[in-house]
């Protein structure tokens, strides 16, 4: 329990927990933002209130997720100048434009068209509020780029040269467009985009599966395993593409992520480790489970590629290697399991579609279960693939550049432990009310008022079609 009284490794500690927290609710929030605006345009265009209350129902989810969002990003960037105060005035040149670019581009515009997202149904014309909700998912997905612009410098510092300690900027472009941005961004964007759509099929699921709305989500739920079918799948070869960058960009996380020791020969093939126990100590595995020669295919995509081994990156320099291990096969562990479902529910709708109906949809008990298991499976996908990528940059906070150790403050031990213990504290409390509201929005179920009329008929539109479960539910009310 050394590290108890270790102010670095607190920091450290501290801000993983701020982020793997915080990275459980904005992924939503950008992903829903363009379900919203897809559903949106659907029912301006149609009139159909069936993508109405659509939108009304899943923003109800996405106001959860954006609330948390920002509660629990503001001590992120405090973070910085508390914890981490050598590192931000060594790189605040960049880090602190590029997060002012966030703030300034990207989360005020988001925040700005939000109210009337929100509370403008009334109040607006259809037009006018489309319009808000576009610039919301459009501020949601500009503040994920800036977001990993920063992330990626750290991961592949370029644009700049280290003088006096002090990173001075030589190339504005080079910085911000870093070699990990198009694998970064693009892994990251795609995986708010999947876990959105998993959310969505799990929550259909659930309802299905209680046989509450059938008419309302069974349509939903066959639209988004649709989607997934493509998604899913196009997320893995996003990964790998990433995955094979780092042979070049970071080739000591890549040794660490699959527990590669010894550097094959040429002419010979690097083999890779399923499974392993990896000892960082006497630098090898205890045990392994590894199929010949198949490193070397899937990081070079040659079977004899040379595959740079942690025993060539000097001891000082080597991240740790049983978390990113794990934690990426984790991540591909849960990915697999969504592409699986995606197959095996599309297989199932085209082989009984005549049996798949709505009143019939809700028999298939194992497969709604699956979908509402996939839920958890994504966010440890989520969770385990931010650990990859983060405990994997380590030691270095601006990879090859500056050490974590050369940009944490110097904070006592114990100062830094109780403010450890109060965000532990502070997320629980935050966590669970967040889960009870999510969980009282499901409970209540979606809400079928009629959408607003008179701004239509003032602006001269026809007024909106009712689908034939909204029909149904007002005659019943009446």
Known sequence: MDWLHDS??????????????????????????????????????????????????????????????VVTGIPMEFAFGTNWAPFSTSSGDFMGNILGFETAMAFMLEAGFLGIMLFGWR?????????????????????????????????????VKLVNGKFVITDWFAAVFNPDLPHGFGHMFMACIELSLVVMAGVSAYYLL??????????????????????????????????????QTQPAKLAAIEAHWK??????????????????????????????????????????????????????????????FYAFRVMVAAGVFVVLMAFWTLWRLWRKRESMSAARIGENKWLLRGWMLAIPAIYTALEAGWLTREVGRQPWIAYGMMRTSQGVSKLPADAVLWSLVMYLLFYGVIGFTALKFMRRTLQHGPSFDPPPTLLSSVSGQQPPKRSAADSAKLKRDH
């Open 263 to 324: 550097t094959n020969a040429a002419g010979t093939s690097a083999p890779w480790a399923l499974l392993a126990w990896p000892n960082r100590a006497q630098q090898k595995n205890d045990w392994e489970v590894s199929i010949p020669d198949a490193l070397s295919l899937v990081v070079t995509h040659t079977l004899h590629g040379k595959v740079i081994g942690l025993d060539d990156i000097p001891r000082a320099d080597q991240p740790p290697v049983m978390v990113p």
């Open 8 to 69: 670095e490794m607190l920091s450290r500690v501290q801000f993983g927990v701020n982020a793997v927290f915080h990275i459980l609710w904005p992924p939503l929030t950008i992903g829903l933002a363009l379900v919203l605006l897809g559903t949106e345009t659907a029912w301006v265009k149609t009139r159909n209130v069936f993508y109405y209350h659509h939108t009304r129902f899943w923003t109800k989810i996405f106001l959860i997720n954006f609330g948390v969002g």
């Open 123 to 159: 109040r607006v014309g259809p037009k006018t509020h489309l319009f808000a909700t576009s610039m919301v998912a459009f501020g949601s997905s500009l503040s994920a780029f800036w977001i990993m612009v920063a992330n990626s410098w750290m991961q592949t510092p370029a644009g």
């Open 210 to 247: 209680a046989g509450r709305h059938k008419e309302f989500f069974q349509p939903a739920f066959k639209w988004v395993v649709l989607a997934l079918f493509f998604v899913a799948p196009l997320q893995i070869i996003i990964g790998d593409s990433a995955g094979g960058a780092l042979e």
